[in-house]
């Protein structure tokens, strides 16, 4: 199953049965992704399940259609078992950012945690999950592919959010601020969390 997400409404590629659901359900072969897609830009479907016969061919055409950002980030955890936050356009996110020409996927996530909390002395853990999300720039689909991986801290220095990202928090939060943080976050960032709780 892939799992992407617009304005958050998804889009879902399946090659199994998949049970009785709000969503539009289509078979892939007979779909105009085009269209799809700009139903549920402009809010006119809460989201849509495309049926798959075969899954990876599917997928590789779906991503056809979009200009491909790779992406990294992480779920930072400190010594009291607390997860970093960042604060940005009005939501509670995880640090992550673009892959760099000549950066592994590692060390763009590790970098782009320090950029964007000001914090130091980070250990890198797991391959968390990778998500999906489609965002529009210069009148064009983007879909951007975000590597995630676990990390954990034993710094205790004050954080610095980067502002010229817009970011204008970074915080450390408990488990019931978090839950909380969930409820203004993004879709694919409640999958992050969701991966983490399953292992």
């Known amino acids: 199953m892939y799992k992407v997400f617009i304005n958050e409404r998804p889009i879902i590629l399946i090659d199994s049965f998949f049970k009785e659901s709000e969503l539009n359900i289509l078979h892939y072969k007979n779909t105009n992704i085009s ?7 402009v809010g006119k ?11 990876e061919e599917c997928w590789i055409d779906f ?25 940005r356009n009005g939501k509670w996110d995880l640090p992550k950012g673009k892959i760099e020409k000549g950066e592994q996927i590692k060390e763009t996530a590790l970098r782009e945690v320090e950029e964007e909390c000001g914090i130091s002395k980070l250990i890198l853990g797991e391959f968390l999950i990778t998500t999906h999300h489609i965002f529009f720039h ?3 689909n983007k879909l951007k592919e975000t590597h995630w991986f676990e990390m954990e801290t ?3 220095e004050v954080l610095i959010p980067q502002l010229d990202e817009g970011i204008s928090i970074a915080i450390f939060k408990n488990k019931k601020e978090t839950v909380k943080a969930l409820e203004n976050s993004y ?13």
């Open 154 to 156: 034993k710094s205790n």
């Open 63 to 87: 991503k056809s259609h979009f200009n491909l950002i790779s992406a990294a980030g992480g779920l930072v955890l400190n010594s009291q078992k607390e997860f970093l936050f960042i604060f």
């Open 187 to 199: 879709g694919n960032i409640r999958l992050v969390f969701e991966k983490y709780y399953q292992k």
């Open 45 to 55: 479907a809460l989201g849509f399940i495309l049926f798959c016969y075969n899954l």
């Open 138 to 140: 210069n009148n064009k």
């Open 35 to 41: 269209e799809v897609i700009h139903k549920l830009k």
